[in-house]
């Protein structure tokens, strides 16, 4: 019998996407024959698994989980390469599970994610079952797993952005308008310390510009663009942001109003940042009508 490297495995793996083990049976059943093990996957997982891995996965959804005492919960963001796929009830049912599963855990990275156990395999294989079963790539792309100071609270808009929440005091109506507040105005950060020193230096920049573009005297350069930066702050910064449902109240004076405090926050929007493919199916039409 031919010898199976980790290299063979790893190959065929990136061939078809099937799990490791798989990939590993699958050569030791075709005697190291590379071609013929993939054969053998295709037909254990179907034709659709083969290729999906190297295709963008730029839609899917948010899951959260939170324990019912509050204290512990994940939100994680799982991609697909179309929005048809991520109403799919088994793929969310498998970001649902996922999430249960990850704030379980002491896991740290994706790497570690796809290790953990579910349904009585790894996440991985689950993963890459489910990609065989659809047809589409499916990622698990990032999560957070909080344990609260105070409570954890969340809230999900059309399964696109999640929010999970660490309210300490106050109570759930209170929690739930947070949550909302947070997708509906997309705050950055908590305050002006989680903001990178590099978005503020690009404000006061652009600032600056601005001003010297409109004849700005050099001695009010920095007035001006300490202004700016404050203003930015003011806009991205969750306690100085106004609330969406009392433009009299800054989320600082609602909180304090209530003697609560937000100890962390995290949203997600499903594809933020993920470069998408665009196809002009009308030129394509034109091409195929001229052969």
Do not use: W
């Amino acid at each position: 019998m031919a010898e199976i490297t980790a290299g063979m495995v790893k190959e065929l793996r990136e061939r078809t996407d099937a799990p490791m083990m798989d990939c590993k049976k699958a050569l030791s059943e075709a005697d190291g024959d590379m071609t013929r093990a993939e054969e053998i996957l295709r037909v254990r997982f179907g034709n659709k698994a083969s290729k999906a891995a190297g295709r963008v996965a730029a839609e899917g959804t948010v899951g959260i989980y939170i324990s019912a005492d509050g204290k512990t919960g994940a939100l994680v963001e799982v991609n697909s390469e179309t929005d048809f796929c991520a109403k799919n009830e088994d793929f969310l049912s498998f970001v649902n599970e996922l999430a249960g599963v990850i704030a379980a855990s002491n896991a740290t990275d994706v790497e570690a994610v796809s290790a953990l156990a579910m349904r009585g395999a790894t996440v991985e294989e689950t993963r890459a079952q489910l990609v065989g079963k659809i047809g589409e790539n499916i990622t698990i792309r990032r999560f957070v797993r909080p344990t609260a100071q105070g409570k954890l609270a969340s809230y999900v808009h059309g399964s696109k952005i999640g929010v999970i929440l660490d309210l300490v005091g106050g109570d759930d109506a209170l929690a739930k308008d947070l949550a909302m507040h947070i997708a509906a105005a997309k705050p950055k950060s908590l305050d002006a310390s989680g903001i990178d020193a590099s978005l503020i230096e690009a404000e006061r920049r652009v600032a600056i510009e601005k001003a010297k573009e409109a004849g700005k005297p050099e001695a009010m350069l920095e007035k001006i663009a300490d202004g700016t930066v404050q203003k930015f702050l003011k806009e991205v910064t969750l306690l100085s942001q106004i609330f969406v449902k009392d433009d009299k109240m800054s989320i600082e004076q609602l909180l304090k109003s209530k003697g609560a405090s937000v100890a962390s926050f995290t949203m997600y929007t499903v594809g933020e940042g993920i470069e998408k493919a665009v196809v002009d199916y009308a030129a394509e039409v034109a091409a195929a009508a001229k052969v």
